[in-house]
């Protein structure tokens, strides 16, 4: 299970790091993390391909460079990364068509890769990034599997993979008395996205897929993009998605219990999914110190009983 029994109960995600945010602010970044007594770091294999000019190797190549310049960090940090969606250049049809996808020899290498990169023997957590359905769940969890039995990865999660999916994957676990998915990382923020919202590769964590994780307490769920890429502060760059009746209500009563602690919304973003009754563990990326200042003052903030039932009953009223 994705323990956070540390000063800082948030992920903190590094996907621009070494490539949009420069190495002197990155290092920065973790250095602050660090010294705030934050332990989990988020990476994956690909990240950040889709920028002209980068192979997908920067993040954890960044890392990798930062541990090294950082006596005892590496110990003290648990690492997350990512493999499956990594694009293969011997696969036509461009992304997501050419991912290197999760076949055991797929894995196998793109784990191999990872470590190189990271610089490291065994890495704290291992995702699934996305589905693959070309491949059966009974190998791609074996192949899992095999790297926790062979001390190359600590525990193993999957990442937009949707509720049939992970439930499945869960099962053939169970079946093959072998390790299964002990965290979920999806989409997921106090706005809920219009219905039917593509997202391409990307899953949100739906209520559904909450339900099914609260009755199973071993699997963690872990939300990336909680802050909307600034766009509760910044409400001219709120995404379409996240843009209706719906979330001016939320909005409405996310402002308020702001106004009452004297903090921003994002803020209370952080601290709503912290102290809801079933905690989504944030993944937060910033690009400046300031910003992850602020979200770790976020860590701080404590809402109380009425304020959690007034955000949690904003949208609701615009609900069928």
Known sequence: MLALNCPVPFVLGTLPFGSRVDRATSYAVLDRFREAGGRHLDTANNYVQWEEGATG??????????????????????????????????????????????????VRAAVEGSLRRLGMERVGFLYAHVMDRATPLEETVAALAELVAEGRVGALGCSNHDLETLSAAHQVAEELEVPGYSAVQQRFTYLQPAPGTDFGVQQVADAELLSYLADRPGCTAVGYSPLLSGAYSRRDRMPAAYRGADSEARLYALDQVADEHGVSAGQVVLAWMLEREQRVVPVVGVSRVAQLDECLAAAALRLDAEQLARLDRAGLVLQP
């Open 57 to 106: 190797d920067e993040s954890e190549v960044l890392l990798a460079e930062w541990f090294s310049a950082r006596p005892g960090a590496r110990d003290e940090m648990v690492v997350a990364t990512k493999i499956g969606a990594r694009s293969d250049p011997a696969r036509p049809g461009g992304f997501p068509a050419d991912m290197e996808g999760l076949s055991r020899p797929a």
